[in-house]
Nanobody
Framework: QVQLVESGGGLVQAGGSLRLSCAAS????????MGWFRQAPGKEREFVAA????????YYADSVKGRFTISRDNAKNTGYLQMNSLKPEDTAVYFC???????????????????WGQGTQVIVSS
């Protein structure tokens, strides 16, 4: 078992930045791949970014590539999502998730991740 708690969401103007955090406790976070997903009202949950357990490799949705950066600090059992140049269409609840298996550019389905946080709301105003 692992518990994930997201934080850092809020209201920001278009063009602004936010950094989301995902604090993990329980099962060893450092050996898990981590992903960020988001879900806007009336839409399905979608992949945003993922990072390997070591932090060496990361993958991004095309919609956020070049604007968002995923990272992790295994010593702190925490993952991050730095979001820059935010757009109104980035408005959503953001979730972190983990899986104890490898990831590739195609590990983008919510069902491929075992544990989830409760989410943090991000609102980008125009």
């Amino acid at each position: 078992q692992v518990q994930l708690v997201e934080s850092g969401g809020g209201l920001v103007q278009a063009g602004g930045s936010l950094r989301l955090s995902c604090a993990a406790s329980g099962r060893t976070f450092s050996s898990a791949a981590m992903g960020w997903f988001r879900q806007a009202p009336g839409k399905e949950r979608e992949f945003v970014a993922a990072i390997t357990w070591s932090g060496v490799s990361a993958y991004y949705a095309d919609s956020v590539k070049g604007r968002f950066t995923i990272s992790r600090d295994n010593a702190k059992n925490t993952g991050y999502l730095q979001m820059n140049s935010l757009k109104p269409e980035d408005t959503a609840v953001y979730f972190c998730a983990v899986r104890w298996a490898g990831i590739t550019a195609t590990t983008t389905e919510p069902g491929q991740y075992a544990y989830w946080g409760q989410g943090t709301q991000v609102i980008v105003s125009s």
